[in-house]
């Protein structure tokens, strides 16, 4: 059986994308990887932890970074900060047992070294790509943006899935204009944790989007 490896990026940092990462995994009771973790918070932990913490997969499911740097911005810099060399050869997606949910960091165009975006390595990858997008204000332009960014590299686009307050126009408008597929919307939660993560994502997309 070949199982799906799939990408998440966002159009933005901040939006949500690791928890959607998380509600996929759980899902595809997936395994999950994300290449460069760049800013620790306070107990040392990243998004992979969060990940952990949140989608109730075996912690061993929780693939280890390729690069952990502590420093909170960009790959690109944080990786000079702290005085380490990102070789994007090393930056190849593991293969595993069970599917694979992997992250990327902040939006597609973030740069993983000073002549590499992370738009550039999904294209080498050549995996499915789901676009995570806020609802709020200037989602339109930063999602068609980043679609356009990642078309330009002929990354195969899964789908483009939402997060935060239902905006139907707003999302419409992207899916029809984008000419990408509308997979759902992720609501902001009260209460986060594995079982109110499992069940908003499965009433809010379909299982069978992600394993074609």
Known sequence: MIHPRIVVT???????????????TGALKACYWKPVQAGLDDDGSGDADTVARLAGVPREQILPEAYRLTTPCSPHRAAEIDGVTIDCDALSPPVTDAPLVIEGAGG????????????????????????????????????????????????????????????????????????????GRLPRLDTLDTATLAAAFAANFRIEDFRA
């Open 108 to 183: 597609a165009l973030v740069p993983v070294t000073r002549e590499t975006l992370y738009a550039d390595l999904f294209g080498r990858w050549a995996l499915p790509v789901v676009l995570v997008a806020r609802t709020e204000l200037g989602t339109i332009n930063h999602s068609l943006l980043s679609l356009e960014a990642l078309r330009a590299r002929k990354v195969p686009l899964l789908g483009i899935a939402f997060v935060g307050e239902g905006n139907e126009d707003s999302e419409a408008t992207i899916a029809a204009i984008g000419q990408v597929k509308r997979l």
């Open 10 to 24: 966002g159009t933005d940092t901040g939006i949500g994308k690791t928890v959607f990462a998380a509600a996929l």
